[in-house]
């Protein structure tokens, strides 16, 4: 060994170096630093699929809210012109020239079906969102306390046999006869309720993961009910929440669009009352385009609503993360 030292040319005291011990840094643990929303992120966009899906989210959303705010649409600009009613996409254009508004043909006042559609839009999507946040708010919050707090639970379930048992399609119906047909009356109608359910489904969740030790130990230092729903448990249920949101948002756009369509829907020319004041013309020859037109718009924006939402939920659940 001594003579291989010797043929390097370098001393003992080159190669080798004394290393002081350290109790304190014997202990230190050295890991890469996790980030659980960046996990999340890099799952959910390893799969191209997604990658696509969102870009035509965003792509909807977008144009949804841009396009009327940079465009004016008068939907009775043409009603007096009868030769500018129901036109089919190339008999639009050949009559009004070549432009964005007339690729989708023409409604029965003579306006443009895309500008119709893309205004439409913009309604029922804000209408979607505003109802998901409250519902989705209101839900999470109280299923979180019902599920820990025994006497909560009493109350609620006393509260959800009554709610549940009562239509929702019929309770919001009735709210719209009562009320004006208007953008808020159908946001209460669907929010007035519609927290229950995914109330007790936080609630099932909660209740199975209330019992473990690291919550027995919370609760036996005074720790709160709340502050342990919140900090100890909704934590764990990111996954669970962000797939229940999938559904959600979709499920306010189809109610809307159902309750229009058999005369019960918003004031306001929202997808589902284009498809609805179209529909004669889903038989009529020629006239095809003014009611496929919205229904095809609405079904992209639920189907892509929820695929991304339940794909970003299974991208939430940390076993995904390995």
Not at 20 to 34: G, Q
Request: aromatic share 12%.
């Amino acid at each position: 060994m001594e003579q291989e030292i010797a043929k390097l040319g370098i001393s003992e005291e080159e190669l080798f170096s004394r290393v002081d011990h350290s109790a304190l840094d014997s202990e230190k643990i050295t890991a890469p630093r996790y980030s659980y929303w960046q996990s999340v992120f890099r799952v959910f966009f390893r799969k191209k699929l997604n990658i696509v899906i969102l870009a035509i989210l965003l792509f909807v959303i977008a144009f949804a809210y841009i396009y009327p705010s940079i465009t004016e649409y008068e939907r009775f600009a043409n009603l007096l012109d009868s030769t500018a009613k129901h036109l089919s996409p190339a008999k639009a254009i050949k009559q009004m020239g070549l432009s964005i508004h007339w690729i989708l043909g023409t409604g029965a006042a003579g306006q443009s079906t895309f500008d119709a559609i893309w205004n439409g839009s913009r309604i029922s999507i804000s209408l979607a969102f505003i109802c998901a946040a409250i519902n989705m708010t209101i839900g999470v919050i109280i299923g979180s306390i019902w599920g820990f707090s025994k006497k909560v639970d009493m109350v609620m379930n006393e509260v959800y046999n009554i709610l549940t048992n009562i239509p929702y399609l019929v309770f919001i119906a009735v709210m719209v006869m009562l009320f004006s047909a208007s953008f808020w009356t159908m946001v209460l109608a669907l929010t007035a309720t519609g927290w229950v359910g995914i109330a007790y489904f936080i609630r099932t969740q909660v209740v199975i993961i209330r019992d473990r030790e690291y919550n027995l130990a919370s609760k036996c230092l005074g720790t709160s009910t709340f502050k342990i729903a919140m900090k100890n448990i909704l934590p764990f249920m990111t996954s669970v929440i962000v797939t229940l949101l999938a559904t959600e948002i979709p499920s306010y756009i189809s109610y809307e669009v159902f309750l229009a369509y058999i005369g019960m829907g918003l004031s306001e020319m929202s997808l589902g009352r284009l498809i609805f004041e179209a529909e004669s013309a889903m038989v009529t020859p020629g006239w095809q385009f003014e009611f496929w037109s919205p229904v095809a718009i609405a079904s992209i924006i639920t189907v892509v609503l929820y695929v991304v939402g339940q794909n970003l939920g299974d991208a939430s659940d940390p076993r995904t993360h390995m």
